[in-house]
């Protein structure tokens, strides 16, 4: 039975789902993309500072990247094919809290699998989780151990993609969790593990605190957990602690342009991106760019067919202006997160947002897991594939 977390007003009906995209959307895309006007941007300073921003980055995202993507998108990239890998996997849509949900659900051949619903954030979509579904799913085809499958559930966060846009206010990470909760109960899982990456990172440890009597455990590729604004705290970091604070600082001023808009007036872009494919690629390019080039078109051309740039953005916007409401005093002027009780594991890679252990204790109670790696990036689903898989089944072995 779903446990009993929001008054449902709606149709709880699971729909089978395939994607169909008319020939007349993809044959506007070419024209628009044809008839693309490039921005202008000057030359690639010859004495950039040495950082982590790739030489003709400092500005954004340089046109002849931009230019480089378009070209492949115009005249090499295969939607269809791509089409035809995501239909290979059963989809379905249902309504939750007024929304309309899709998602991938890929049972296990293993009957006795662990549930496990995967959250991506933005600018991703379930594209994310591709490379990682056969090993989760069937260890037993790819080397591992059959006691480790899990039974994958993936949606579409509320307003991206192939869920289609919000039209409602308030769709933050805390009402994406009780949604969860309710997808896992309407599907019959009585027990099952949340994990997630970037947003998916914010939304799993919130269903853990949701819905504990069912969540066995929670995974996640960073613990967004930060200075509360107590002194006390920063006294105790250790040296490492304080890089990688420094560096989250640094990155929040010099590559947060992301965040900072789409958190204050996401509408604003909204009409830009709406209109133009080469301006979504840009936005998204941001984050995406060291991925492969198919990659990257694929997650925009998922934001582009749906219309959702907007209503993505928008989560950005409510999760900020519900994160307050969340939390508690600590008695100094200064607030932080009820902490979290559900077992909780981090993978930590190379090249992505390094999580602080300090804070993350104090924001979480029942750290089981905590691995840091040597390569990986933001999107390790796709470019460690291989860490993070190992790092999910050693995790929820501990708690299944």
Known sequence: MAPTLMTMTNDSTIAPFRIDIPQSELDDLQQRLARTRWAEELPASESAPAGPVPPGWEYGVPVGYVKQLVERWRTGYDWRAWEAKLNAYPQFTTEIDGQNIHFLHVPSPEPDATPLILTHGWPTSVVEWLDVIGPLTDPRAHGGDPADAFHLVIPSVPGFGLSG????????????????????????????????????????????????????????????????????????????????????????????????????????????????????????????????????????????????????????????????????????????????????????????????????????????????????????????????????????????
């Not at 939304?203 to 957990?225: A, K, L, N």
């Not at 133009?276 to 991925?291: E, I, K």
């Open 165 to 400: 846009p919000t039209r409602e206010r308030g769709w933050d990470r805390y009402r994406v969790a009780r949604a969860w909760a309710e997808l896992m109960g309407r599907l019959g899982y009585a027990r099952y593990g949340a994990a997630g990456n970037d947003g998916g990172s914010l939304i799993s440890p919130e269903v853990g605190r949701i819905d504990p009597e069912h969540v066995c455990g929670v995974h996640v590729t960073q613990v967004f957990s930060f200075p509360s604004g107590d002194p006390t705290e920063l006294a105790g970091l250790s040296e490492e602690e304080r890089g990688k604070l420094a560096f989250a600082e640094w990155f929040t001023q010099n590559r947060g342009a992301y965040d900072k808009l789409q958190s204050a007036e996401p509408q604003n872009l909204a009409h830009a991106l709406a209109d133009s494919p080469t301006g979504l690629l840009g936005w998204h390019a941001q984050l995406l760019g060291a991925l492969d080039p198919d990659h990257v078109l694929t997650n925009v051309m998922i934001y582009w067919l749906t219309n959702t740039a907007a209503s993505a953005a928008r989560f950005y916007y409510e999760d900020a202006a519900a994160a307050p409401a969340q939390q508690k005093s600590n008695g100094r002027g200064t607030s932080v997160p009820e902490p979290t009780t559900v077992p909780l594991g981090l993978a930590n890679f190379a090249w992505d947002f390094q999580s602080i252990r300090t804070f993350a204790d104090r924001d979480h109670k029942n750290i089981l897991s905590w691995n840091v790696y040597d390569r990986g990036s933001h999107f390790a689903a796709h470019d460690a594939p291989d860490l993070l898989v190992h790092d999910m089944r050693q995790f929820f072995r501990k708690v299944r």
